[in-house]
């Protein structure tokens, strides 16, 4: 692992790298494309007009996409942390290839929406922005410094950001949307804790409040560290960590927002769409890779190329997906995506999950007649490989749940 060959582009990979490449059927030559793949950035809509003031604040062109409403790009190397723009949450970075994913789940004003990976949030602020101020966003995540994250966003881009759940996302059941009276987003994670503002689990729950007493603090601490020393490991107990004033949170019991459904019930009155945008190995995020220079090449070791670790990103990624179509009502719409082009990772897991649920049934992504993407290996998905596509390299797959009878 220690011995650097392969030069590509600027960076040099690690041997194991260029052969997990190999190993994958992956062409180590898409770092190379990393050079002429632009820098994307989203204005949120209405602010088109802030690109000649952006333009002159960086000192160069911004182009308007051709094929993803409200996404211009920009030369690799300029930065916009420093415009008015950013500053004033106008406008933030998110890949096109990332846009296009959220375009395929075809949002729509007054939908229900989970998103069940969902920090740092750039595609949750995307979903918000599609759905306006009716329905409602669920956002789920197991990592709290991401969801931190996700929480400061939201609020930046002037983001409903009512609920932040901490929840254990196997044991998932919707909370059920028609309790909320208007779009609200919900950041969850499996951290283990007593829930924020009640003091007895049969205590209603109270306004939320930043000021935890510090017995709180501690449990919050002590969750924190075992999670991050056992991310996959399954904790028991849903709990809520955040929620906003109107979120139809407050007033209920645990037992009122955390219910049982059974599957006859979420066919009613599940989701209408879900994004499973999972977790994996990001291979296909070039940008991501080549940070690995600044960051250790040990750590791309542990993250991307260690087989058991590798496995158990596949068992997840299944499980998410499984998870998150349970979910989803009768006719609604799931979108699975992953920032790498591993086959084990995308067409293998789709295949897996589409063998085991006779529901699911794979649709045609109408929008991507447009894209630069091309057909992946299964019918009906397709694939942004970023010597053809300039974005990030990304996996899309598009569900609908039959009834069966
Ligand atoms: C590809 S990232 C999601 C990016 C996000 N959709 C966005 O647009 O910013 C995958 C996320 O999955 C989260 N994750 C990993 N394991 C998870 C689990 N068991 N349940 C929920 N989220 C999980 C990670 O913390 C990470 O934030």
């Not at 970075?93 to 998103?115: E, K, M, Q, Y």
């Not at 689990?201 to 709180?216: A, D, L």
């Not at 960051?295 to 068992?315: F, I, N, P, Q």
């Not at 649920?357 to 299964?378: F, H, M």
Request: hydrophobic share 40%; aromatic share 10%.
């Amino acid at each position: 692992m220690d011995e650097k060959v392969a030069p590509v582009s600027k960076i040099v990979l690690p041997a194991a790298f260029v052969e997990f490449l190999h190993q994958n059927g992956l062409d180590p030559s898409i770092y190379i494309a990393s050079q002429s793949i632009p820098r994307y950035i989203r204005l949120k809509p209405g602010c088109g007009t802030r690109v000649t003031e952006i333009e002159e604040e960086v000192k160069c062109k911004i182009r308007e996409l051709s094929w993803l409403p409200n996404f211009y790009f920009l030369p690799p190397d300029v930065h916009i942390a420093s415009t008015k723009g950013y500053q004033e949450g106008k406008i933030y970075g998110i890949d096109a290839a990332s846009g296009a994913s959220v375009i395929a789940l075809n949002v729509s004003p007054g939908d229900h929406i989970l998103d069940l990976c969902a920090a740092p949030g750039a595609k949750l602020c995307m979903i918000l922005d599609l759905i306006g101020c009716s329905g409602s966003v669920t956002g789920v995540d197991v990592a709290r410094h991401r969801l931190a994250a996700s929480r400061t966003m939201l609020q930046k881009y002037g983001q409903v950001t009512d609920v932040v759940f901490s929840l254990q996302m196997e044991l998932f059941s919707p909370l059920f949307h028609q309790g909320f009276s208007q779009a609200v987003s919900c950041v969850m994670n499996l951290i283990k804790h007593r829930l924020v503002g009640m003091e007895e689990e049969s205590e209603i729950y109270k306004e939320w409040t930043h000021r935890r007493p510090y017995k709180e603090r501690k449990r919050v601490a002590k969750a924190r560290e075992n999670v991050s020393r056992h991310p996959f490991v399954r904790n028991q107990d849903p709990e809520l960590i955040f929620y906003g004033r109107n979120s139809g949170v407050v007033g209920l019991r645990k037992s009122e927002v955390f219910r049982s459904v059974d599957d006859l019930e979420i066919l009613q009155f599940g989701y209408d769409k879900v994004f499973v945008d999972a977790e994996c190995t990001h291979d296909g995020s070039v940008r991501h890779i080549q940070k690995f220079e600044q960051w250790g090449w040990e750590t791309l070791s542990r993250r991307v190329l260690d087989a058991e670790r590798t496995d158990d990103v596949t068992v997840l990624q299944l499980k998410l997906l499984t998870n998150g179509f349970r979910l989803l009502k009768a006719g609604g719409f799931l979108v699975y995506s992953t920032c790498s082009l591993t086959v084990a990772q995308n067409e293998d897991v789709v295949e897996q999950f589409l063998s085991q649920n006779l529901s699911a049934e794979l649709v045609e992504i109408e929008d991507a007649k447009g894209w630069p993407c091309s057909p992946a290996r299964t019918p009906k998905t397709l694939r942004f490989d970023p010597s053809a596509s300039f974005t990030s390299g990304l996996f899309i797959a598009k569900f609908t749940k039959l009834t069966i009878r």
